[in-house]
């Protein structure tokens, strides 16, 4: 019998995967919670539910139960009130300066940057004095993929595009602080697919104008790598949608980018990654976003807005392959030709699944979103639409007149 304590078994990745859930329930049941005081309750409620279990699966029903009565709580309808707050700027609440801008107040929190929101001054950019948000990234303590100034060289590379979020300033406060000046967009595809504020009849100007805006950054030579709805931002529920967040990036010519037949594999977002990325392919290209984009499409059809993937609770990479070869059937040498290059292929065997038709896996879909999203998740790379060639599916013929 071991004699390493259970605890040792749940890496931290899987508990920040917790925390971030039980944080997610924590903002949805109070609209006013700040994002960086949501993850403080919710590493306190994790580290309550750790220290009360006494096996692993103790914990994760103790996490799970403590998650569903905050789901629970968060299941009322919001006021109007509410909705306003995004766009308002918040006069009762403690503010602080950063840089020229001296009214910031936190709104959402990740890894290796937190986000403000602020109101310019006069003598800061935007004269109208619209809301900002404040990209604040401590440099010294990020970790490859990630790199903020990168991503405002790549976003300044694709400037000028309406769905591309743009970069207002940038500037660099001692010893390490680097800042991003951006539009304040509070709406992301996720908030609006669970408010449930996206008609059937607006969902292809949307997915439009996102592959849009996807096949600007390819035609530029840039990857995005993390195409997930929470990266999707919107001024309003009507606004067009604005790609962003390109902190994990790849540009052939950045000098921080890795070299085009080394990238790092640990990159995109649990159920949205591409199954080259599973299986250690480094030398992938644009495929890893248009598999990204089929989906988020696949999630905009799926009538309760589910991720189309399985990756479990805890982001399981082994969970995330079982759930693609379920859907999409085992792959093999001759039905995945790239997976002869891959070099984790076929070091654990999967149960032979057969391919699940279309119409059983979307079955409320129409004939061509369904189409659209089979030309998109395709095991091989290659043969997955790209970005322009998707932008003339029959999917958008109502899209293209609007």
Sequence with gaps: MSDVPWQQSVGFSERMAVVDQIAASLES???QLLRPEAMLRAQQEESRCMAAAATKEDYIRLWKARLLSLQQAAARPQSEDDSDSLTKFPADEPTQTIGPYKT??????????TIFKAMPT???????????ALKVTVTSMSQPPH?????????ALAADH???ISVLETFTLPPSTFVMVLPFLPRTLAS?????????LRLPSIIHGILTGVAHLHSLGILHRDIKPSNILFSSPTSGPKIADLGIAWHADDPDCEPADDKITDVGTTSYRAPELLFGYRSYGTGVD???????????????????????????ELQL???????????????????????????IMFHQRPKQEWEQLLPCASTDARDLVGSLLVYQGSDRLSAKDALDHRFFDGARAD
């Excluded at 936190?106 to 890894?111: D, K, L, Y």
């Excluded at 003598?123 to 619209?130: D, L, P």
């Excluded at 988020?296 to 982001?315: T, Y």
């Design 122 to 132: 006069m003598t800061t950019v935007g004269s109208k004095r619209s809301l900002v």
């Design 104 to 113: 910031a107040v936190p709104f959402e929190s990740g890894i290796f940057s």
């Design 290 to 316: 248009m598999w990204a984009l089929g989906c988020v499409i696949a999630e905009c059809l799926h009538p309760e807005h589910e991720a189309f993937f399985d990756a479990g609770d805890l982001g399981s």
């Design 147 to 155: 790199n903020a100034k990168r991503e405002a060289r790549l976003l």
């Design 192 to 200: 609006l697919l669970s408010e449930r504020l996206i008609t059937p």
């Design 29 to 31: 049941a109070d609209a």
């Design 321 to 347: 392959v079982a759930s693609i070869f379920q859907k999409l059937g085992t792959p093999d040498t001759h039905s995945w030709p790239e997976s002869r290059e891959l070099p984790d292929f076929g070091k």
């Design 162 to 164: 309406d769905n591309i």
